[in-house]
């Protein structure tokens, strides 16, 4: 059964505004991805710098219960900031 043509006019441009978002979505998330790595890996790279100095300085100071446990901060700080996608290989290297 053949559709009326108001109702074929209002699917075609139903499915054009649709193939617009899709497009849209697919943009902005590979600027998201970009930004992602952009952001995660400084992260990284700054909390471990940063952990390692506190754990060195502490390092004269404290006793190793101290140090194990601003170690173990140390490391979930950059596994928490790191993107999902190094998440896995920062928890098998532990």
């Not at 600027?31 to 790595?37: I, S």
């Not at 490391?75 to 790191?82: M, P, T």
Request: net charge positive; charged share 20%.
């Amino acid at each position: 059964m053949p559709l009326a043509p108001d109702v074929e006019l209002l699917a075609a441009d139903w499915f054009r505004r649709a193939r617009e978002s899709q497009r849209a979505h697919y943009e902005r998330s590979k600027w998201c991805q970009n930004m992602n790595r952009a952001l995660g890996m400084p992260t990284i790279v700054l909390s471990v710098v940063v952990g390692t100095k506190v754990f060195s300085d502490i390092d004269q100071h404290a006793d190793s219960r101290t140090k194990l446990i601003l170690g173990l901060l140390s490391v979930l700080a950059a596994e928490r900031g790191a993107p999902p996608h190094f998440r896995s290989s920062i928890i098998q290297l532990i």
